[in-house]
């Protein structure tokens, strides 16, 4: 489904920047998103807003036809197999970009992150880029017991300051804000489809995954600090079982991907593994009290969730 007030459906081989919005039933989510794109500093070069309506039933399509785009070039598409990855991969078949740059439908970009994505583009045209992901506090404060070493699983990512090339599985891209040559995925491949969130089915892991699969394959991978994305957090998020639930099933699709073809009955030194764990929660309540054991239990969700996607996935 194409929005009345988009570009048509042709292909435009002078656009340089396709960026690519997917969203499902965040409505009101989304209109801020919206406002916060028309803030952007325009690019040198030709560029379109591809937003792909995944599946949504809230009332995102009513908006998206309904909205006045001033001056955006926004297209509009809907794909109804539900799944980011199924969203991003149909994003990728439509874009008439030379690169194409995915954010979600809960952040605001800075306004100079095209621009600033642009430059790198222009200076190394590399295979893919990624940049900063700060967390902003939407709904309320930060809770006590949400420490510095657990925004990594709100989103935030800071590879340093200085603009790199990355070569070390350790140092992924994140799919909240990174961008890639558009003709890359047809050397590399699309987005894993049995990854990344489904509904209210939080299990990610696709952006790592094909990040990783860059990396063995010797791709230009670039950083790029100055392109900087705020991830809007809201209070669903804010909570205790939140995080703990993100674990288990990280847990459970790593134990369901290692087991393969192998027996159901999970190794023998998982079981250690998870009674250290819950040792080590214990341990932690007793030395710094209940604000500080969260990370900690989620060390326990993951193993729990290994051993459960191992046997039962």
Not at 89 to 118: K, V
Not at 248 to 262: A, D, F, N, P, S
């Amino acid at each position: 489904m194409t929005n009345p007030a988009a570009m048509e459906n042709t292909p435009h081989p002078a656009i340089r920047y396709t960026v690519a919005l997917c969203t499902h039933n965040h409505v009101e989510r989304l209109k801020r998103t919206l406002a916060d794109l028309g803030k952007l500093e325009p690019p040198w070069e030709p560029w379109e807003l591809l937003i792909i309506d995944n599946a949504s039933s809230d009332g995102t399509a009513e908006l998206l036809n309904a909205t006045d785009w001033q001056g955006l070039p926004a297209r509009v598409v809907r794909e109804e197999k539900l799944g980011l990855s199924n969203a991003r991969n149909r994003a990728i078949d439509e874009a008439r970009g030379e690169y194409i740059l995915f954010m979600d439908d809960d952040e605001t970009p800075a306004p100079e992150w095209l621009t600033s994505y642009e430059h790198a583009i222009q200076n190394h045209w590399p295979d893919a880029l990624g940049g900063r992901i700060e967390v902003m506090f939407e709904d309320g404060d930060r809770p006590v017991w949400l420490q510095d070493e657990l925004l990594g699983f709100l989103g935030k990512l800071d590879h340093g300051p200085e603009s790199r090339r990355l070569t070390e599985p350790g140092t992924p891209i994140f799919g909240g804000n990174f961008a890639f040559k558009t003709r890359l995925f047809q050397r590399i491949g699309n987005f894993d489809a049995g990854l990344g969130r489904k509904g209210s089915d939080n299990t990610g892991g696709e952006d790592t995954e094909i990040y990783r699969r860059m990396i063995e394959l010797g791709c230009d991978v670039r950083w790029v600090p100055n392109a900087v994305i705020h991830h809007r957090i809201q209070a669903n998020k804010l909570r205790r079982g939140y995080f703990i639930d993100l674990h288990y099933r990280q847990g459970r699709m790593e134990g369901m991907r290692k087991r393969g073809g192998k027996p159901r009955i999970p190794p023998a030194y998982l079981i250690p593994q998870l009674w250290r764990a819950i040792l080590a929660v214990i341990q932690q309540w007793r030395s710094g009290g209940g604000n500080t054991i969260l990370r900690k239990q989620m060390n326990v969700a993951y193993f729990w969730g290994y051993i459960s996607g191992w046997a039962f996935g």
